[in-house]
């Protein structure tokens, strides 16, 4: 007998649904949709006092060790983590289900001497301004896709790869905003 994953879930969908729930309290709730049938959508949120929802796209990233050239004129010198996402054009441009919002899931590893975890940082971003900046400042693949790197430092956050104007586009200030799903 074969197993399936009835409920469709990945482990970036679990922790942002656990981040969000910590970080916006007991006013909201997280739902999974129950199947893989809800196209590009990953998430719902709701505000069961208003009925207001909000659908979310999550995106897990990839670790990605940049060349010292790509991050040199950042100025934060080489200590610094990024992470590559890939995602198809009619993901943002036409998804087959309304999106509110993509998160973008960044996974940063901390090692000490004696401690060893992984960190998650979100990019939080409405659906408009994520069209808004692909359409106006990334690069396409010839492939259809965009491909992002995030680097993160501090409170900053930038994307450097595939950029038009060949410098970064910062997004810092959807670095852990989750009071734009509000």
Do not use: C
Not at 23 to 52: A, W
Request: proline content about 3%.
């Amino acid at each position: 007998m074969t197993i399936k994953n009835l409920w469709s879930l990945n482990v970036d969908e679990v922790i942002t649904a656990q981040k969000i729930k910590s970080e916006l309290g007991k006013e909201y709730e997280v739902f999974f949709p129950i199947n893989s049938k809800l196209k590009d959508i990953d998430l719902l949120l709701q505000h069961p006092r208003t009925g207001k929802s909000k659908s979310l796209q999550v995106k897990g990233s990839r670790t990605y060790s940049p060349k010292e050239s790509e991050i040199e004129h950042l100025g934060w010198g080489y200590d610094v983590r990024t992470s590559w996402n890939q995602v198809k054009d009619t993901s943002i441009f036409s998804p087959t289900n309304k999106i509110d919002f993509f998160i973008f899931v960044r996974h940063e590893e901390e090692l000490s001497v004696r401690k060893r975890r992984i960190k998650q940082d979100y990019l939080v971003i409405p659906i408009k301004d994520f069209r808004k900046i692909t359409k106006n400042e990334k690069k396409k693949r010839k492939t259809g896709d965009y491909h992002y790197v995030f680097v993160v430092k501090g409170k900053k956050a930038v994307d450097i790869l595939d950029t038009k104007l060949g410098k970064p586009i910062d997004l810092s200030k959807y670095l852990n905003n989750f009071d734009l799903l509000k």
